[in-house]
């Protein structure tokens, strides 16, 4: 039996098929965020750490200092000129610096009405910086250079999507999807990870129980800490540094019940409602209802490493 | 609205040689300017020159003047017609003493 909101779910479909803008995302009912990056950053901002009151830099963790402010990027390289984004001419670019394990952040920050269903939905694609130099070596970990497979492949290290919430008197939790593709040393992975603790904070650091060095980790520092999900899915990467091809990532969680419910790459749909999600043993203030969700790009290699968004949507059932 | 991005491009860099900052990519901008705020008492003097590229890879000098300073507050330097990316050379001279620096780039349709 049809009822009104199968009705209600079907005539919204029916409208956003015809938005070529829209339709070729698959929101939940509400649409919080709808970011095309040709109007502007649209509250994408690099995550900067907390500092006191008298805005010293020395407060600052030494970890979360460096984030990288994102870019808008019209995806210009050497040997094409402008590629352009997905939509129109412009992509949210966020750009490592050349330092192994360096990481670049854009976080966006809004609150929860309500809860329930939560999902984001991006077209992305990620990029190791081009190089020109006839010294630079033709490979490097498991890619040389052979018409096909490229060394550029192996020296971007990983991306990640994630959130930061709070609620319900203080309860503060992240969950986090990472596609690792390469190592330190260029082997590739390929792997869907997830941590098994909760993001390291600054009033953690405050009170002196934890201290990172620069170019830290910062989702989980300790590697030990990660969990690989499923077996490798490989991207497309497209064999050089300078073509880019734009992916569909879908990431459902529950605010309700504080869980995973599932990712989507491509045509690859993972069950991730037995991914752990870890909670803080302490609760924090200031932060109620906080919903953040970040993109975060890490250099393994030490060669740049870029990730571009073409657009975003979050949506919500409540 | 014009748009418009505020990007802090150092937060406490330490000037003891030449130091230039990340490429960055200013395509859909017709302004820029530059902010070096010295966080720090310091000495000496500091050049600012700006520098444009066609892919981000590979850098030359803007066609404007440098500007030479002495190392303490804060200065600024606009640069007009700059391309697709920028990035801002800091040049100290011999002995200058510049212990915290922030580098802002202030870019406006």
């Known amino acids: 039996m049809t009822t009104p909101d199968d009705t209600a779910a079907a005539l919204r479909d029916a409208i956003r098929s015809t938005d070529p803008r829209l339709s070729k995302f698959r929101p939940l009912p509400r649409i919080l965020a709808h970011d095309d990056f040709n109007s502007g950053l649209h509250g994408w901002v690099e995550l900067g750490g907390n500092y006191n009151g008298k805005g010293e830099y020395s407060s600052l963790d030494r970890h979360f200092r460096d984030f990288r402010p994102p870019q808008l990027s019209n995806c210009t390289f050497f040997d094409v000129g402008t590629h352009g984004a997905m939509s129109g001419t412009y992509a949210l670019k966020l750009a490592t610096r050349p330092h192994p394990g360096h990481t670049a952040t854009g976080i966006r920050r809004l609150t929860m009405s309500g809860r329930g269903l939560l999902q984001i939905e991006a077209y992305l694609a990620y990029k190791a910086e081009a190089v020109v130099d006839p010294n630079a070596e033709d490979a490097f970990g498991d890619m040389e250079w052979d018409g096909n497979r490229h060394p550029s492949e192996s020296q971007f290290g990983a991306f990640t999507v994630a959130t930061d919430l709070c609620g319900d008197d203080g309860i503060r939790y992240h969950t986090v999807v990472r596609y690792q593709n390469a190592d330190e040393d260029g082997n590739m992975l390929r792997q869907w990870k997830y941590p098994v603790v909760p993001e390291p904070t600054p009033r953690e650091a405050w009170e002196g129980k934890v201290d990172f060095p620069y170019a830290a980790d910062f989702t989980a520092p300790n590697p030990e800490d990660w969990r690989v999900y499923g077996e490798p899915q490989e991207l497309c990467m497209n064999e050089v540094p300078t073509k880019v091809n734009w992916h569909y990532l879908r990431w459902v969680i529950d605010t309700e019940k504080r869980k995973n419910v599932e990712v989507q790459l491509n045509d690859q749909l993972m069950d991730w409602s037995d991914v752990p999600v870890p909670i803080y043993e302490e609760r924090y203030g200031s932060l109620e209802n906080l919903l953040n969700f970040y993109f975060s790009v890490r250099t393994l290699s030490g060669q740049r490493n870029f990730l571009y968004l073409d657009s975003v949507v979050i949506s919500a059932d409540w | ?109």
């Open chain 2, 1 to 109: 609205m014009r748009e418009s991005q505020t990007a802090v491009l150092e937060r406490g860099l330490t000037l003891t040689e030449e130091h230039a900052t990340e490429p960055f990519e200013t395509a859909w901008a017709g302004e820029a300017r530059w902010f070096v705020q010295f966080l720090e008492p310091g000495s000496g003097e500091v050049t600012l020159r700006s520098q444009v590229s066609a892919a981000g890879l590979t850098w030359v000098d803007h066609e404007g003047d440098p500007l030479t300073v002495e190392v303490g507050g804060l200065v600024t330097a606009s640069v007009a017609e700059f391309g697709h990316w920028l990035r801002l050379v800091v040049t100290p001279s011999e002995g200058t003493v510049a212990p915290l620096v922030r580098i802002t780039l202030a870019l406006k349709e």
